[in-house]
């Protein structure tokens, strides 16, 4: 029994990004619809990030959301993964606190995506509007449930407050 208790966990598979993302056209609004719910966005309503190519040639991003009726905001640096076709990218919070996001899923006119990171361990259901029809939210978590992911660990997003 205490060997069950103190055994290590099995290291999750790593999921499978898409080929490649247009930068250009990955750039913009996106709407969290629903996640694992990270503990810094509990308590969250209208969470949200934006995406902004800079000159310099990465991602200007700025993660947001409301909390107790006040916007809560973070912003960061967004670069890509050498051979990853952009689908892999390094998060840069504060200078200090670096992150992984993998686009894993992604509609083919990019009205949605499914993001993750190498350890599955975090998933993002994203949209380009504050609302997802449920025909297209079902077809994306059966998506990602054939894939591997706990689906039944998404949290919807309340969009409305």
Do not use: H
Request: proline share 3%.
């Amino acid at each position: 029994m205490l060997r069950k208790l103190f055994r290590k966990k099995a290291a999750a598979k790593e999921p499978s990004t898409v080929s490649s993302v247009d930068v250009v056209r990955y750039c913009g609004t996106w709407y969290e619809i629903a996640s694992y719910e990270p503990k810094e966005e509990r308590g969250c309503i209208k969470t949200k990030a934006e995406y902004t190519l800079n000159k310099a040639g990465y991602v200007d991003v700025r993660n947001s959301c409301q909390r107790k009726g006040r916007e809560k905001s973070v912003r960061a640096k967004a670069y890509s993964v050498p051979d990853s076709g952009n689908a892999k990218l390094k998060v840069q919070f504060f200078r200090l606190f670096k992150g992984d996001y993998w686009i894993v899923d992604l509609a083919d006119d990019y009205s949605w995506a499914a993001v993750s990171t190498p350890t599955s361990r975090s998933l993002w259901v994203l949209s380009r509007t504050p609302y997802l029809g449920d025909a297209v939210y079902d077809e994306i978590v059966q998506r990602l449930k054939s894939r591997g992911f706990d689906t039944e660990r998404l949290v919807k997003t309340d969009q409305r407050g």
